[in-house]
């Protein structure tokens, strides 16, 4: 099968249209998608997308696809698609070896992914390994409140859905323990900080952190690198690594006791041919892989592929939108106790036409 078009597609979607009593998040935006379909010569389609959430990085995104990326693909065998993946990164690593090339260029590997088992009548699951599961659990990922009071009310809302699990994206402490007092203490809570704190404030209310029994403390501190000398952190088990951009990356933060859990993000990654790499390295370092899923397109269900395979049973983190957003209509959006993995060849669906010509968006406006 030969790569006959590759065209990025730009698409926004008006922020989740919240009830009356659903606190508004610290930014109500418009949500960017990025999305990209590849066409073989004999008519198959397949469907990628790479992580924008806002405009300026759409636009950035689209360029590097049209001008860059797909260049590298045309008119080569859909079958090459791991050894296309490997001299796209060597190609480019002038410019990185993770960030936007890389982005971008996982739009295009998951495409070609969903071609493949198209062609082949085979899950993306199935060409993983093998699905060790046919659910997963979905953990309700919360907008940024920065109010403790708004924070532990859309977690009772979150909560009242049948969600499997809670993640609140808060900086402060006090807000992310007032979350804490909503949540059942058997129910796993995840708190995702990006960053907002260093080693030293972490250490300083170390008692406190421990105390509040998290799955795992998702990118606590700045700079990430004084991981590598940290000892394991008494009761607090750190979880990082979506902005990373390869296997061998993510293979150095393994290494470190502090960390627990990695992230595995199928886009920072550069796509399905990568995240394969990642998740194997991470299955023989022994370290629980915990895949990056802030998608509703076709990274989600690249995500839910890769959860499917790995060794423990992890979650599929919802972001916080609602039904407007659902591409497939199949639920992605909502927050539930658990999601379907898809069965069918490739990555399961495609998304609705219809969906894609109301919310197309030219880019660079």
């Not at 495409?111 to 993983?128: E, H, N, R, T, Y």
Request: neutral net charge; contains cysteine; aromatic residues 6%.
């Amino acid at each position: 099968m030969i790569i006959d078009r590759i065209e990025p597609i730009a698409l926004r979607l008006p922020g989740a249209k919240r009830p009356a009593n659903v606190p508004s998040p610290l930014s109500g935006d418009d949500m960017c998608l990025t999305l990209c379909r590849v066409t073989t010569r004999d008519g198959l389609v397949g469907y990628g997308e790479c992580l924008s959430l806002r405009p300026p990085m759409q636009n950035a995104l689209i360029a590097t696809i049209r001008d860059a990326i797909a260049p590298h693909y045309l008119g080569k065998q859909v079958d090459q698609k791991e050894a296309l993946n490997l001299s796209a990164r060597k190609r480019f690593a002038s410019y990185g070896r993770a960030g936007t090339v890389m982005n971008a260029l996982a739009a295009v590997d998951i495409a070609l992914w969903d071609i493949a088992g198209k062609a082949s009548g085979q899950s993306v699951s199935v060409m993983l390994g093998g699905a060790r599961r046919k659910q997963v659990p979905v953990m309700a990922s919360l907008d940024k409140y920065d109010h403790a009071g708004r924070a532990r009310q859309r977690v009772e809302q979150a909560l009242a859905t049948g969600v499997a699990s809670v993640k609140v994206h808060e900086a402060s402490l006090e807000v992310i323990e007032e979350a804490r007092r909503a949540i059942p203490s058997a129910t796993p809570y995840v708190a995702d900080s990006n960053n907002a704190h260093t080693l030293a404030d972490i250490r300083r209310d170390a008692k406190r952190w421990a105390a509040l029994g998290l799955l795992w403390f998702e990118d606590p501190f700045w700079p990430p690198e004084d991981l590598l000398a940290c000892p394991a952190l008494p009761g607090i088990v750190i979880g990082m690594g979506a902005d990373f951009g390869s296997a061998e990356q993510m293979a150095v933060y393994g290494k470190t006791p502090a960390i627990g859990v990695l992230q595995p993000d199928v886009c920072m990654l550069g796509g399905l041919s990568e995240a394969r790499r990642a998740l194997a390295m991470l299955a023989a370092a022994k370290k629980t892989a915990a895949p990056h899923t802030p998608f509703v397109g076709p990274a989600a269900l690249a995500s839910l592929h890769m959860l499917a395979v790995t060794d423990e049973e992890g979650y599929f983190a919802a972001v916080d939108a609602d039904d407007s957003m659902d591409l497939y209509g199949i639920g992605l959006t909502r927050w539930k106790k658990s999601v379907d993995v898809p069965t069918g060849p490739g990555l399961g669906y495609d998304p609705d036409p219809d969906f894609l010509r109301h919310h197309l968006h030219a880019a660079g406006t």
